[in-house]
């Protein structure tokens, strides 16, 4: 069984960065496409950010540029550093993970996701 647990989250200023943190408990984890998702209240789940098997990766429009999302596959970890945060980035950010395929930008992509954590950006 896939077990992926994020922290990182928490209050920050806007302007302000955090770095979220995915630890999967996975045997190969190389072999996982890893996203990060985030849904506010009374809105669907979106995408932010993909990185493929081979680190390839792919922004949503609304966080290029300010957000990375980066792996390392010896700690079985994906991360995604937030930078220049905005209140609209407030919302719970998922980890999900999906084997031997490169991850995607729906969350159809996906077959294992975290339970989340909170981030909240205040103004």
């Known amino acids: 069984q896939v077990q992926l647990v994020e922290s990182g989250g928490g209050l920050v200023q806007v302007g302000g960065s955090l770095r979220l943190s995915c630890a999967a408990s996975?045997?190969?984890?190389?072999?996982?496409?890893m996203g990060w998702f985030r849904q506010a209240p009374g809105k669907e789940r979106e995408f932010v950010a993909v990185?493929?098997?081979?680190?390839?990766?792919r922004y949503a429009d609304s966080v290029k540029g300010r957000f990375a999302i980066s792996r390392d596959n010896a700690k079985n970890t994906v991360y995604l550093q937030m930078n220049s945060l905005k209140p609209e980035d407030t919302a719970v950010y998922y980890c999900?993970?999906?084997?031997?395929?490169?991850?995607?930008?729906?969350?159809?992509?996906?077959?294992?996701w975290g339970q989340g954590t909170q981030v909240t950006v205040s103004s």
């Open positions: 999900a993970a999906v084997i031997s395929r490169a991850g995607g930008v729906t969350t159809d992509d996906y077959d294992y």
């Open positions: 996975v045997r190969t984890f190389s072999n996982y496409g």
């Open positions: 990185i493929g098997r081979t680190s390839w990766t």
